[in-house]
């Protein structure tokens, strides 16, 4: 049997035209994909995936043979080049089409928002549909936005053959439309709670600026935000002068898990932990440091003499530094030498001598 797709006429007429215009194609599809790539990442958004294709002889040719008599001529075929651009985010998708609206020429009357169907089947083809121009001219060309969970979609139904010849009985269609359904309401939730959330970042980051930490909750982004404040650099400064030692920067992060064991669950409690504790943690760090010639000092050394001093006035003893530098440095039996240690030089502290 002679499978062989036969065009009249015109369709081979088209098709001419298209091989001549290929290398043209070509250097479109590279052009506007490079193009929209440089303007997202000058804008700082980031895209999960870009895709850039030219329509094959072939994909075309069948294009033509079912309906070939609606074109005129190439030009009027607009997905012969394509570009599809997959976000993480529903309002990303928005992101992206601002961007292409300014770098490229949109034919709105070819254009079309597939969002806006609210076809119950139809969530793997919500993309957002331009066809384009480049500023420059030539061919037009189509540019695909959707998020990645409905490409995954798309690509689901097109495994299963559910957009397929072949009718699906119904139990199954309702199958597919309720996963639909649920999909679409995750990319519509994703978006929402990241709204959210960077929406409470930024009023922490707001609540720290002013002063009003007793109102910030204790996590890893306050924290973060806090240390902005620099709330060490005092007292680093202060021990570093005791041998005139160069301050070495380094994360403090590490000692969150630290403070939250303590109980600490605002930045005012670990300003006032500061505050409270920042003579102490000098005068500890004064008696281990003026015997040596130590010339250098990492940027937590601050914060960890207040740790140790926090642990001693609380009754930790032993056991609590040995557990403190279990958190700091992972746990070893080497930290119960170093805790011994540090509790002989901390006795005669008058912090200490007060607890008598």
Known sequence: MDNQVRLDAHGEMLLRQYRELLPTLQQLADDASSQLRHALLEQGIYITAMEHRVKTEKSLTGKLELKGAKYKSID??????????????????DKVAAIAKRIFDIDW????????LHK???????SLHYICRLK????????????????????????TGYKG??????????QFNRLAGMMELMDDEFSRLRTVLTDYRRQTLA???????????????????YLDLHPFDRLNKRIAAVNQAEIWPVSVMSYL?????????????????????????????????????????????????????????????????KSLYDLINGESDANGIVADMMMEQAKTLPFMQKKR
């Not at 609540?207 to 935000?225: A, Y």
């Open 136 to 159: 420059t001219g030539g061919p037009r060309f189509e540019l695909q936005m959707r998020t990645a969970l409905q490409h995954v979609w798309s690509t689901i139904e097109h495994d």
């Open 207 to 225: 609540l720290v600026k002013s002063g009003k930490l007793d109102d910030v909750p204790l996590s890893r982004d306050s924290f973060r935000n």
């Open 257 to 321: 898990p630290v403070l939250e064991s303590f109980g600490m669950e605002t930045l005012g409690q670990v300003q006032h932990f500061i505050d409270e504790n920042s003579e102490d943690a000098y005068q500890l760090a004064l008696s281990q440091l003026a015997i040596t010639d130590l010339d250098i000092l990492s940027s937590n050394t601050a914060l960890q003499y207040l740790c140790l001093v926090y642990v001693l006035k609380h009754d930790g003893g032993r056991d609590g530094l």
């Open 76 to 93: 009027d075929i607009t997905d012969l080049v394509g570009l599809r651009v997959i976000t993480f985010y529903t309002d990303e998708v």
């Open 120 to 126: 119950l089947d139809s969530f793997g083809y919500n």
């Open 109 to 116: 009357q070819e254009s079309v928002d597939k969002r806006k």
């Open 165 to 174: 010849d072949v009718k699906i009985p119904d139990v199954y269609l309702r």
